[in-house]
């Protein structure tokens, strides 16, 4: 159903104007399924934007809803804050066997508050109370959430700017080619770290995307990955990698970073941990750090049981083997190819496109193209959204479940919305 002043009133005069997705996609959705979502009149949707990476595995997937209901309809444990549990325990072990172990990887792992912001949050505490300092170096275009100390280390100036308070503690650095390859990578970085009259406080610790989502889709090559891990090696700062919108499995492999071959200090996750678009959220850490005192982090829904039932459930049916990688990369091949064509056809107008797995992102010369594209897909039926510090970037986020044919409709209607923009 189209919002209108008479049908949705409760909307513009109850909810807070905050509310962001409701302006670019006006109608009211009703149900979902797969790569589909169905609004009050029977409209029916692609989704190429999957909660905006919390559901990598589509809408309501047939496997996880039965585990949830099961679970629900025996009256397992909803709400248990961290105290121990079935489904806890279910998760642990499963997350332990095919994904920690399968990577060399003995990280432990915490349950924040179920958000990203609060998984970004847990790590930089622990890492300013593990090094006993405290400055933590972010990147140009970064973002990392929404409260504080997440902001702090957040390029992006309007979410900035929405904090009402200085933002302290955070030092930006150039992200892999912001200056489009012209200076050495952390020439300057490294400077500041030499030089005693810099002003720049040893940091506690980095912490960096992989892959920049929200900041227009920039992908850090593999060897700047690598001399960044190293960088932190030499100056005895932890190296935090945010996979909260890259991780489980969006640019392939589980990890948005296994493909550079490093291993973070501390790895925070969210969004499709529970596979579900149930609120959940992780921050991994080496044991040597795990120095907390019981309840120094805690929160009254850290313990989302029904989160962690499809979770388990999640890792059982997509990550026992490596199906899903081979498979995210392939459906990735496809949409590189249909950007590519888009890209040659509207060369004149500066279009362009860069991502890896299925995180892409299509762009132009003309900063307000994005938006157009995105408003005239959304009136031919599909959801895609705009990133990027002046929202100058399509972004596409697709199921990783998504059908060949499914990926091919939405990159058809794709190209018919730059066409209708030229």
């Known amino acids: 159903?189209?919002?209108?002043?008479?049908?949705?009133?409760?909307?513009?005069?109850?909810?807070?104007?905050?509310?962001?997705?409701?302006?670019?996609?006006?109608?009211?959705?009703?149900?979902?399924?797969?790569?589909?979502?169905?609004?009050?009149?029977?409209?029916?949707?692609l989704d190429f934007f999957a909660g905006a990476g919390a559901l990598n595995y589509g809408h309501n997937p047939p496997v996880l809803k039965r585990a949830l209901l099961d679970y629900l309809e025996r009256d397992g444990v909803t709400h248990g804050l961290d105290m121990s549990t079935t489904a806890k325990r279910a998760f642990l072990e499963t997350f332990?066997?095919?994904?920690?172990?399968?990577?060399?990887?003995?990280?432990?792992?915490m349950f924040p508050g179920p958000t990203g912001t609060n998984a970004v949050e847990a790590a930089l505490k622990l890492a300013r109370k593990v090094k006993r300092r405290e400055t933590v170096v972010s990147f140009t275009n970064a973002f990392h959430g929404m409260s504080l100390g997440a902001?702090?280390?957040?390029?992006?100036?309007?979410?900035?700017?929405?904090?009402?308070?200085?933002?302290?503690?955070?030092?930006?650095?150039?992200f892999d080619n912001y200056l489009d390859g012209r200076v050495e990578d952390f020439l300057w970085f490294e400077r500041l770290l030499e030089d005693r009259g810099s002003g720049l406080s040893r940091p506690a610790a980095v912490i960096v995307e992989t892959v920049q989502g929200?900041?227009?889709?920039?992908?850090?090559?593999?060897?700047?990955?690598?001399?960044?891990?190293?960088?932190?090696?030499?100056?005895?700062?932890?190296?935090?990698?945010?996979?909260?919108?890259?991780?489980?499995?969006?640019?392939?492999?589980?990890?948005?970073?296994?493909?550079?071959?490093?291993?973070?200090?501390?790895?925070?996750?969210?969004?499709?941990?529970?596979?579900?678009?149930?609120?959940?959220?992780?921050?991994?850490?080496?044991?040597?750090?795990?120095?907390?005192?019981?309840?120094?982090h805690n929160g009254t829904f850290r313990g989302n049981n029904p989160a962690f039932v499809t979770a388990t459930a999640a890792l059982d049916a997509y990550w026992a083997d490596s199906g899903t990688e081979k498979q995210t990369l392939a459906r990735g091949e496809q949409v590189e190819a249909a950007l590519d064509e888009?890209?040659?056809?509207?060369?004149?107008?500066?279009?362009?496109?860069?991502?890896?797995?299925?995180?892409?992102?299509?762009?132009?010369?003309?900063?307000?193209r994005a938006a157009r594209v995105c408003a005239r897909a959304f009136e031919l039926g599909l959801l895609v959204e705009t990133s990027g510090p002046g929202n100058e970037v399509v972004k596409l986020l697709p199921p990783l479940t998504a059908a060949p044919d499914e990926l091919e409709e939405g990159l058809r209607t794709l190209a018919r919305a730059v066409d209708e923009t030229a």
Request: charged share 25%; hydrophobic share 40%; net charge neutral.
């Open 1 to 45: 159903m189209t919002i209108t002043e008479a049908e949705t009133s409760v909307f513009d005069t109850l909810e807070s104007q905050v509310r962001s997705y409701c302006r670019g996609w006006p109608r009211v959705f009703e149900y979902a399924h797969g790569c589909r979502l169905q609004d009050e009149d029977g409209h029916v949707y």
């Open 96 to 109: 332990r066997d095919l994904v920690l172990r399968p990577r060399g990887l003995d990280h432990k792992v």
């Open 151 to 174: 902001l702090a280390v957040t390029g992006n100036a309007f979410k900035r700017a929405g904090a009402g308070v200085p933002l302290v503690h955070g030092v930006p650095m150039p």
């Open 214 to 296: 929200e900041g227009g889709v920039n992908v850090a090559r593999a060897e700047w990955l690598r001399a960044l891990a190293g960088l932190c090696r030499r100056w005895d700062m932890l190296l935090i990698v945010d996979d909260i919108q890259m991780g489980c499995g969006r640019t392939g492999g589980f990890f948005s970073f296994e493909e550079a071959g490093i291993v973070p200090d501390v790895i925070t996750l969210s969004k499709s941990i529970s596979g579900y678009g149930l609120p959940m959220a992780l921050t991994l850490f080496r044991p040597g750090l795990d120095v907390w005192e019981p309840g120094e």
């Open 342 to 368: 888009i890209a040659r056809e509207h060369r004149r107008s500066g279009a362009g496109y860069r991502g890896r797995g299925l995180a892409w992102g299509l762009t132009f010369a003309d900063a307000g």
